[in-house]
């Protein structure tokens, strides 16, 4: 089993910044994916960005060039840092890990416990 921790979220202004961290312990396995999902109130949860761990990443084109997604040198800790924020991207963000064999994921997916981000205008 893997437990993911998150910090750092919090309430801003629009146009502000956050970054939210996530910390994978336990049954961590290599190589993996780790990201960011969000779900706002009465809506889907929604894929955010993701980064494998070879350092290919994805993004919803909504937050392309405003949220960047990285990785720590142990590909334990995934952060997403998140500028120029805007009132729709107000969420609980909830981080993800799965791990991957070749270039497929399995078993199970993990998630974090969520973490509200709140962006007023």
């Known amino acids: 089993q893997v437990q993911l921790v998150e910090s750092g979220g919090g309430s801003v202004q629009a146009g502000g910044s956050l970054r939210l961290a996530c910390t994978a312990s336990g049954r961590i396995e290599n190589p993996n994916v780790m990201g960011w999902y969000r779900q706002a109130p009465e809506k889907q949860r929604e894929f955010v960005a993701i980064m494998f761990t070879d350092g290919t990443t994805q993004y919803r084109d909504a937050v392309l060039g405003r949220f960047d997604i990285s990785r720590d040198n142990a590909k334990t800790t995934a952060y997403l840092q998140m500028n120029s924020l805007k009132p729709e991207d107000t969420a609980v963000y909830y981080c993800?890990?799965?791990?991957?064999?070749?270039?497929?994921?399995?078993?199970?997916?993990?998630w974090g416990q969520g973490i509200q981000v709140t962006v007023s205008s």
């Open positions: 993800k890990y799965r791990r991957r064999f070749g270039s497929v994921e399995v078993g199970d997916t993990y």
